[in-house]
């Protein structure tokens, strides 16, 4: 099946303690992406991918890393989580960026 | 800049009823349009996409939505309403930027009353 999943879907940690998220896509895509959703904000993008070892920043970048050493994989890195990135978190990729991007099924992340 | 907006963040409907739910767009260059729906506790569906064509577009679940260029709208309709149809629902603009991402609109939550 066609997919993209994340992990974890849910956790809750502490102020400073680094954490990754991982995400995985089986369909062969060269884009990938990470977007955070907030309450009355929608999605916004933290950052994007065209292709293997190319990345670069979206729209709310700060605090965050990524890497993009497999086509397949795209962890997202939280070096020194903020209560302020407490938020639920979308991966998605797709073929490349004109078509649709297809989405994780999201983290929910608590930092206390 | 590219933009979207999503008028309504709660519409409420009842069951049969027409669904109506808005979106305009604001872009400098030929957009590509989508609308995603999110169940609670999930990710985000894709319902129908515009990229060129037909204006007139089909989705899933009997959903369509029409591209009127000279309105700058892509509004969602579909038109009977059912209980499984109480999602959020995400106008989403792409095409137009190099970093390839979608600009989401702020959501409209439906409801379906019975």
């Known amino acids: 099946e066609a997919q993209v999943t994340q992990n974890p879907r849910y956790l809750i940690t502490v102020t400073g303690k680094k954490l990754t998220v991982t995400c995985s896509q089986n369909?062969?895509?060269?884009?990938m992406s990470w977007y955070r959703q907030d309450p009355g904000l929608g999605l916004r993008q933290i950052y994007y991918s065209m292709n293997v070892e190319v990345t670069d920043k979206g729209d709310v970048p700060e605090g965050y890393k990524v890497s993009r050493k497999e086509k397949r994989n795209f962890p997202l890195i939280l070096e020194s989580p903020s209560p302020n990135q407490t938020s639920l978190y979308f991966c998605a990729s797709s073929p490349d960026r004109e078509h649709e991007q297809f989405f994780g099924p999201g983290t929910r992340l608590t930092v206390l | 800049a590219q933009s979207v907006t999503q008028l309504g963040s709660h519409v409420s409907v009842s069951e049969g009823a027409l669904v109506l739910l808005r979106c305009n767009y604001s872009s400098s260059v030929p957009p590509y349009l989508f609308w995603y729906v999110q169940y609670p506790n999930q990710g985000l569906q894709l319902l129908l996409k515009?990229?060129?064509?037909?204006?007139l577009v089909k989705g899933i679940n009997g959903f369509e939505a029409e591209f009127k260029k000279s309105e700058t709208s892509f509004h969602l309709t579909k038109p009977s309403a059912h209980m499984s149809d109480a999602a959020e629902y995400f106008c989403?603009?792409?095409?137009?930027?190099?970093?390839?991402?979608?600009?989401f609109g702020k959501g409209t939550k439906l409801s379906v009353k019975p």
């Open positions: 515009y990229t060129t064509g037909a204006t």
């Open positions: 369909m062969n895509h060269e884009y």
């Open positions: 989403a603009l792409g095409g137009g930027g190099s970093q390839g991402n979608l600009i």
